[in-house]
């Protein structure tokens, strides 16, 4: 008596592979096709996906890496650039130029710094809290210093001290306020170098450090040698330090533009048809002139 083949059984596994196999191949699958059969086709399915993400793994990192490169000739260019300002700085300062100048190109430098810090914010490269910390540390850190200078101070001084420790504030600033430290270390670095090296070197070299004493004292009584948040803190508290500081501004605004109006003509004219008070000071110091 012959034994009659009962109905095929197949496994739950069995089911899962010729399921997969089935997604992978719409068209059907041969009649009869056995486990072992559908096995090797997922397996080449496999072999095929894991092939395609390693090339997409290595497209990446061929992204990365010219980013990379990118970034690299970047902070070389900036170090060139430093350098390079640098030492023409150092021939500048050569010709012993007016303190109140030297201030001026600092404060010139300090602004599109500060401009780079808070621009990686609206890039969405530092968090939003940032921007109080960048604006606090530079407020009272290097605008501090520009405004005191020429004033030389010894390094056993809180001014000395006060600089150094938020220099290294700004840094650890620089490395928790990243969203992504290791996306974005590269400005991490361009930010030590313009900010943490350029700067610094740049208030170091202006410092009158090969005068006499004599002539640092003549030139510190020219600066408000207090610190800005003591001086910040009396402007708020005193009416007579409001009114009094109103009348430096104005008078000091009032110098500027006499001095940008005599040197453009075209700026004297705008000048004196906004303010007709002008045209006898200007018409006083082209006669001193003449």
């Given at each position: 008596?012959?034994?009659?083949?009962?109905?095929?059984?197949?496994?739950?596994?069995?089911?899962?592979?010729?399921?997969?196999?089935?997604?992978?191949?719409?068209?059907?699958?041969?009649?009869?096709?056995?486990?072992?059969?559908?096995?090797?086709?997922?397996?080449?399915?496999?072999?095929?996906?894991?092939?395609?993400?390693?090339?997409?793994?290595?497209?990446?990192?061929?992204?990365?890496?010219?980013?990379?490169?990118?970034?690299?000739?970047?902070?070389?260019?900036?170090?060139?650039?430093?350098?390079?300002?640098?030492?023409?700085?150092?021939?500048?300062?050569?010709?012993?130029?007016?303190?109140?100048?030297?201030?001026?190109?600092?404060?010139?430098?300090?602004?599109?710094?500060?401009?780079?810090?808070?621009?990686?914010?609206?890039?969405?490269?530092?968090?939003?809290?940032?921007?109080?910390?960048?604006?606090?540390?530079?407020?009272?850190?290097?605008?501090?210093?520009?405004?005191?200078?020429?004033?030389?101070?010894?390094?056993?001084?809180?001014?000395?001290?006060?600089?150094?420790?938020?220099?290294?504030?700004?840094?650890?600033?620089?490395?928790?306020?990243?969203?992504?430290?290791?996306?974005?270390?590269?400005?991490?670095?361009?930010?030590?170098?313009?900010?943490?090296?350029?700067?610094?070197?740049?208030?170091?070299?202006?410092?009158?450090?090969d005068d006499s004493p004599e002539e640092q004292r003549s030139a510190r009584e020219s600066v408000v040698d207090e610190d800005i948040a003591l001086?910040?803190?009396?402007?708020?508290?005193?009416?007579?330090?409001?009114?009094?500081?109103?009348?430096?501004?104005?008078?000091?605004?009032?110098?500027?533009?006499?001095?940008?109006?005599?040197?453009?003509?075209?700026?004297?004219?705008?000048?004196?048809?906004?303010?007709?008070?002008?045209?006898?000071?200007?018409?006083?110091?082209?006669?001193?002139?003449?």
């Open positions: 008596m012959g034994l009659v083949p009962g109905p095929r059984v197949e496994s739950s596994g069995g089911r899962e592979l010729r399921a997969v196999a089935a997604r992978q191949f719409p068209i059907g699958l041969p009649r009869g096709a056995s486990c072992g059969w559908i096995v090797a086709v997922v397996a080449a399915c496999l072999m095929q996906e894991v092939e395609g993400k390693s090339r997409g793994k290595w497209d990446r990192d061929k992204s990365g890496d010219s980013n990379a490169v990118g970034m690299t000739i970047a902070i070389f260019v900036m170090l060139l650039l430093i350098t390079c300002g640098g030492t023409l700085w150092c021939f500048y300062l050569e010709y012993q130029p007016d303190p109140r100048r030297v201030r001026a190109i600092m404060l010139c430098v300090l602004g599109p710094a500060v401009a780079a810090e808070l621009s990686l914010v609206w890039i969405q490269q530092f968090y939003k809290w940032m921007i109080l910390v960048l604006l606090l540390i530079n407020f009272w850190g290097p605008l501090d210093a520009v405004l005191r200078y020429p004033v030389v101070h010894d390094f056993e001084t809180l001014f000395s001290l006060k600089q150094i420790l938020l220099i290294i504030a700004k840094i650890t600033s620089y490395a928790f306020g990243l969203k992504d430290f290791y996306a974005g270390r590269f400005w991490f670095f361009g930010l030590l170098m313009l900010n943490i090296m350029g700067l610094p070197i740049l208030y170091f070299l202006a410092l009158p450090l001086r910040v803190a009396r402007l708020m508290t005193d009416a007579e330090e409001r009114r009094s500081s109103w009348r430096a501004c104005r008078r000091r605004a009032h110098v500027l533009a006499i001095s940008a109006a005599s040197a453009s003509p075209l700026l004297g004219k705008v000048l004196c048809w906004l303010d007709p008070s002008y045209k006898r000071l200007l018409n006083r110091g082209v006669g001193r002139a003449v």
